[in-house]
């Protein structure tokens, strides 16, 4: 199974492609970002966003999505940036057929870290323990967007199981 993890943002759209594998491990098939450049009009960005995305929907194929929800408490002018973003993604995934699943930042902190407070060290240092890398992620939002795919993974198999 492959999820595809989604760190939303309109300069910077953090993604990671992650499968689980048949004995249960978890690999990393691919991760970075899609930019936009701030100098664009706002629609460009966007169609930006979704073209890119498309196209890495359609190389890996992925069984699920998962997209970090929105948590912002002061910038609100960079929330309705990110939102905008966040609703070409959640359009551009319901389009390809791909499942979406949604998370709150402190529950893929405490699924990958343990601990709903983990700081950004801490989420990229275990996102490689996770998915074996011998370095953690570049950049930020891609080591994000990894820690949102194994938490969909994670939650999935719960869900499976019937412990969630």
């Not at 691919?30 to 960005?45: A, N």
């Not at 343990?114 to 891609?142: E, F, H, N, T, Y």
């Amino acid at each position: 199974m492959i999820s595809l993890g989604i760190d939303p943002g309109t300069a910077s759209l953090g993604y990671g492609f992650v499968r689980e594998r048949e004995d249960g491990a978890l690999e990393e098939l691919d991760h970075g970002v899609i930019r936009t450049k701030s100098s664009e009009p706002m629609p460009r960005r966007l169609q930006h966003i979704h073209e890119e995305l498309r196209a890495l929907i359609d190389e890996f194929q992925p069984d699920r999505a998962a997209v970090e929800e929105l948590f912002f408490a002061r910038n609100v002018t960079t929330a309705l940036t990110v939102a905008q973003a966040r609703g070409v993604v959640l359009l551009t995934l319901n389009m390809a057929g791909v499942t979406i699943a949604e998370y709150k930042p402190n529950v893929i902190k405490r699924s990958v870290c343990s601990d709903g407070s983990a700081d950004k060290a801490q989420i990229k240092r275990m996102v490689s323990v996770w998915l074996g890398l011998d370095a953690p992620p570049r950049p930020d939002d891609a080591a994000d967007a990894l820690a949102v795919a194994i938490t969909d993974l994670h939650s999935f198999r719960m869900r499976e199981v019937g412990l969630v």
